[in-house]
């Protein structure tokens, strides 16, 4: 898109962040470290919950998410992530922390009057289950807008197979205008770009916002700790929908005074 030159009022700041979004498809930023460590208090007490209700022996009084997959089967973490999200869901608490913990990063890329995703989601990845693969896909490919952002916040620190991987922006457009990509089924389509990935390498304390009109997804984890990331969507109020709703799948967190004053006008004439 082109610029609006001297109607661009950003600060440097702001500009040269956008710049590195546009060019990578992703950045990554500080999180608020007192607001992320109470997400992940949630999410390590939602999990021990599950631990406790199944009777799963543990092989230590003090153990971390990444040692998750010493005491269960990987066929198991799926019932664990299931369990972990209903936890989470049922306290708007939980959003508003996570929210927080990002809040700057997405002021910077989204603005201040905004959507969130109601539902977060977690990735829990065993390191060799293959069930916990994600493959390649976009978000956009499957009716979710392009103004949404990606806020995606790593619990325990990601390298190599750990990491979510998104297909490098100068790849992806041209194949978009070959248009060959969608022609192809996802492995095809990961054996095709698969020297041309970045693996985004992020620890915990940090967050990546992310561009989910670029081809990305989960390898098998090869290393030996169990990987835990959080995802969540937040996009401008009024920027315009797809299938996902305001709502149902998103709820305003932030509605302006102008907004409410709008909603609520009457003309005299009606
Ligand atoms: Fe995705």
């Not at 003090?62 to 936890?87: A, C, K, W």
Request: aromatic share 12%; net charge neutral.
């Amino acid at each position: 898109m082109d610029d609006f030159g001297l109607w661009d009022f950003r600060s440097d700041e702001e500009k040269a962040l956008c710049s590195r979004f546009m060019s990578d498809g992703y950045v990554i930023e500080k999180a608020n470290q007192k607001h992320l460590d109470i997400v992940k208090k949630f999410i390590y007490d939602a999990a021990n919950e599950f631990i406790f209700k199944k009777k799963i022996a543990v092989n230590s009084k003090q153990y971390h998410l990444e040692e998750f997959h010493t005491f269960m089967d990987g066929p198991e973490s799926n019932d664990l992530r299931l369990s972990v999200i209903n936890n989470i869901s049922r306290n708007i608490k939980f959003n508003h922390h996570y929210y927080l913990a990002a809040q700057k990063i997405i002021y910077q890329l989204c603005g201040n009057e905004l959507a969130m995703q109601k539902r977060i989601g977690l990735s829990i990845n065993f390191p060799h289950n293959k069930n916990d693969v994600l493959p390649m896909h976009a978000d956009t490919w499957n009716g979710v807008s392009p103004y949404e952002l990606n806020i995606w916040t790593p619990l325990v620190n990601c390298t190599n197979s750990m990491c979510l991987y998104i297909l490098k922006k100068d790849t992806y457009l041209k194949l978009r205008e070959d248009k060959s990509l969608l022609k192809l089924n996802t492995d095809d389509m990961y054996e095709k770009v698969k020297d041309n990935l970045t693996w985004i390498t992020i620890k915990y304390g940090d967050v990546l916002a992310f561009d989910q009109s670029i081809p990305h997804g989960f390898a098998l984890n090869q290393e030996n700790s169990s990987h835990w990331s959080l995802n969540c969507r937040f996009k401008g109020l009024h920027t315009p929908y797809w299938d996902k709703k305001l709502g149902e799948y998103f709820m305003p967190i932030t509605l302006k005074t102008c907004t409410r004053v709008g909603i609520d006008y009457k003309h005299p004439a009606n």
